[in-house]
């Protein structure tokens, strides 16, 4: 296969290209490279007139605070240009499979879990609602001009690669100096952490099983891991000793419980392999040594 993935200097797009790549004929572009090998800053619309089998477009902005502040940048990464991908893709390309990445922040606070495909979206972030027109677009031009697309609603990804969010914060913390460390919130919310290399092996059981159809996809673990026992596992890991104190106050934008039902792709035959504890000992040891 033929495979683009936009966005490869990233967290998700990086892994992604290191792996497809060991199997296809794999081009990885975005706007800046970060020290990332192989990946190209060519104008990413101007390729795909190159005809290929798949893009994988982990493009876009993911900073859900940002996007409150910068709501126009963020509706151009997260909007804006999944329309052009599928514009041009229509015009170049109409037999191109596209694999948007999306959120499970479309969601915003779920009224019940598990949160399956069609529990109600109700973003609370200009991010969540960008994520969520990233999908009806999909959905629209396969329904239009019967494009091969799909989304994948990424619940709370970590692992190596990743140099920001709850873990890596949390590492900096561990490593202050400091005998007590404050973190927001109460310590009762929770999350569902998937590992980035069990993404990657989701998006490779979509590409070859998936019907492309413009339908939604979730993608986690189906755990449900409360914060403060979670940070206090990392802290262990960490071999961080000190006291851990919460400030009682909410984020704007933060949902405060997920857990993710995974049944609809794991009919297609995909089982996150990855447990908590592994991967944050696989997380910890590449951020020592990067």
């Known amino acids: 296969m033929k495979i683009l993935v936009t966005g490869a200097a990233g967290f998700i797009g990086n892994?992604?290209?290191?792996?497809?790549?060991?199997k296809n004929e794999t081009v990885g572009v975005d706007h800046i490279n970060n020290g990332a090998k192989n990946i190209i800053t060519d104008p990413v619309l101007s390729l795909i007139?190159?005809?290929?089998?798949?893009?994988?477009?982990?493009?876009?902005?993911?900073?859900?605070q940002n996007s409150f502040t910068k709501t126009d940048n963020d509706h151009k990464l997260n909007v804006i240009l999944v329309q052009?991908?599928?514009?041009?893709?229509r015009t170049?390309?109409?037999?191109?499979?596209?694999?948007?990445?999306?959120?499970?922040?479309?969601?915003g606070n779920p009224k019940k879990l598990p949160i399956d495909e069609n529990c109600e979206t109700e973003p609370l972030s200009p991010y969540g609602y960008h994520k969520l027109k990233s999908e009806q677009l999909l959905a629209g031009?396969?329904?239009?001009?019967?494009?091969?697309?799909?989304?994948?609603?990424?619940f709370s990804a970590y692992g190596p690669g990743l140099k920001r969010q709850f873990f890596y914060d949390l590492y900096k913390k561990f490593n202050s100096g400091k005998d007590q460390?404050?973190?927001?919130?109460?310590?009762?919310?929770?999350?569902?952490?998937?590992?980035?290399y069990d993404i990657v092996e989701a998006i490779?059981?979509?590409i070859h099983k998936a019907a492309f159809n413009g339908e939604v996809y979730n993608l986690g673990s189906e755990r449900?891991?409360?914060?403060?026992?979670?940070?206090?596992?990392?802290?262990?890991?960490?071999?961080?000793?000190?006291?851990?104190?919460?400030t009682q106050k909410q984020l704007d934008g933060y949902p405060l419980n997920w857990k993710a039902d995974i049944g609809k792709i794991k009919a297609l035959g995909f089982l996150p392999k990855t447990e908590l504890e592994e991967g944050l000992r696989s997380y910890f040891n590449w951020i020592k040594e990067n």
């Open 84 to 89: 052009e991908l599928l514009d041009h893709i």
């Open 181 to 196: 460390i404050e973190l927001i919130g109460t310590g009762n919310e929770s999350r569902d952490f998937i590992f980035i």
């Open 141 to 154: 031009y396969h329904q239009l001009y019967n494009l091969n697309t799909l989304s994948i609603r990424i």
């Open 49 to 64: 007139s190159k005809k290929f089998d798949v893009i994988i477009n982990c493009a876009g902005s993911s900073n859900i």
């Open 92 to 107: 170049f390309s109409p037999h191109t499979k596209l694999i948007n990445l999306s959120s499970a922040a479309v969601y």
């Open 15 to 22: 892994a992604c290209f290191n792996f497809f790549s060991k």
């Open 204 to 206: 490779d059981t979509l």
């Open 224 to 246: 449900e891991s409360f914060i403060l026992p979670t940070a206090k596992l990392f802290a262990n890991i960490c071999n961080y000793k000190g006291d851990i104190k919460f």
